[in-house]
């Protein structure tokens, strides 16, 4: 028997913000899954930034989404038929399911989440790409260290929200930055960051200095732009910045200028690296056992900020990322 899938295209590439014309949603039946492939309900995609750069023409670690392809989106759904050895009928799955209320893949390359540790969700936030990248962006990349002040940008999003909860659980002042009142005081009064600063209001410099006189050890970047510059402006000696993203950039039509303040890493002896999570593959057990273990002991707060709607809110959603209107993990919740 066949099923009828709803996918979302891609059908022109954007130059600046995508709209109504860079998508179409499109129906079509797909084939019963073959030897060794499983038919998935999607329950929930995954909104990132990455998606806004897999959009472009241009040669980056993966390839770009084609056009007239299906968009490449991470989600968890149910498996509704298996010809793979090791998944059930009736299994929960994630992995790059694409922007679609069902799809048939391969089944290694998905992989069987447990809805016991932890919501659906969760496990395409803190348990899942972002909460990886915060773990291995801040203990591998940036190399944080117990005493260390930890500056980190798009704080009350999916990775910085764990970023600043796992180096605070590690002994580190942590000073998030975010658009906002309602945001930075979530991160102060609900997350322990140590301080929170509206970037939006007045200098960001300044406003670093003034709660951190000393400076930072660590910035981790998820902003870019001109909150780098900032963070440039205030590091300590031997700082590290950890390069993750620069999402004020990604819907930029010309270049954005380099950051003026980077002779602040010879004078302070600090480095920066950029880093990609899919590199850490082969480690993400350990990530996904230290964060599982701090949201059972209650030491950290994984929050999915949750849309409900069809594939075809998919375009709108994606835009929410670009205006700060989530807080946490930004999730689509397919309704069945
Ligand atoms: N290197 C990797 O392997 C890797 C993996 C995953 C994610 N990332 C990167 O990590 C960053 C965060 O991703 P995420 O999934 O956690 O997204 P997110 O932080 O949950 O959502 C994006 C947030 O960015 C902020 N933002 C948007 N435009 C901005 C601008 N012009 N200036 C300042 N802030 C802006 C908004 O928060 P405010 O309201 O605070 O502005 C928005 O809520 C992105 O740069 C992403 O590309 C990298």
């Known amino acids: 028997m066949t099923t009828t899938a709803r996918r979302v295209h891609l059908v022109a590439r954007p130059t600046g913000l995508p709209d109504d014309s860079t998508w179409s949603v499109r129906e079509t039946e797909l084939a019963p899954p073959a030897e060794g492939q499983v038919l998935v309900r999607t329950t929930h995609l995954s909104l990132d930034p990455a998606m806004r750069g897999w959009l472009n023409d241009v040669r980056s670690y993966?390839?770009?989404?084609?056009?007239?392809?299906?968009?490449?989106?991470?989600?968890?759904?149910?498996?509704?038929?298996?010809?793979?050895?090791?998944?059930?009928?009736?299994?929960?799955?994630?992995?790059?399911?694409?922007?679609?209320d069902h799809a048939v893949l391969p089944g290694d390359q998905l992989t069987v989440v447990d809805l016991a540790v932890a919501p659906a969700t969760t496990w395409l936030g803190a348990l899942g790409m972002p909460g990886m990248t915060a773990w291995f962006g801040l203990f591998d990349v940036a190399r944080a260290r117990p005493g260390d002040t930890?500056?980190?940008?798009?704080?009350?999003?999916?990775?910085?929200?764990?970023?600043?909860?796992?180096?605070?659980?590690?002994?580190?002042?942590?000073?998030?930055i975010a658009g906002g009142p309602e945001k930075t005081r979530w991160l102060t009064e609900e997350l322990g960051f140590d301080a929170a600063i509206d970037y939006r209001e007045g200098?960001?410099?300044?406003?670093?200095?003034?709660?951190?006189?000393?400076?930072?050890?660590?910035?981790?970047?998820?902003v870019g732009g001109e909150t780098l510059d900032a963070a440039l402006r205030v590091l300590r000696r031997g700082a590290r910045i950890a390069i993750c993203g620069a999402i004020s950039t990604y819907n930029a039509t010309e270049p954005a200028p380099g950051p003026a303040h980077y002779m602040s890493l010879l004078v302070n002896r600090a480095s920066m690296a950029g880093f990609l999570v899919f590199?850490?593959?082969?480690?993400?057990?350990?990530?996904?056992?230290?964060?599982s273990a701090m949201l059972r002991a209650g030491t950290l707060t994984a929050r999915e900020h949750v849309v409900s709607g069809g594939v075809d809110a998919f375009g709108d959603t994606l835009l929410?990322?670009?205006?700060?209107?989530?807080t946490g993990k930004l999730v689509l919740e397919l309704s069945a």
């Open 150 to 176: 930890v500056l980190v940008s798009g704080a009350a999003g999916a990775v910085g929200s764990v970023v600043g909860q796992l180096a605070k659980a590690h002994g580190c002042r942590v000073i998030g």
């Open 62 to 100: 993966v390839p770009p989404v084609g056009v007239g392809e299906v968009m490449r989106a991470f989600g968890v759904g149910t498996v509704l038929e298996s010809r793979h050895d090791g998944i059930t009928v009736g299994d929960t799955v994630t992995g790059t399911l694409g922007a679609a």
């Open 203 to 222: 200098s960001l410099h300044r406003a670093v200095r003034a709660v951190a006189p000393e400076g930072v050890d660590v910035y981790f970047d998820n």
């Open 320 to 326: 929410m990322l670009f205006s700060g209107g989530n």
């Open 279 to 291: 590199d850490y593959e082969d480690r993400y057990t350990e990530a996904v056992e230290g964060i």
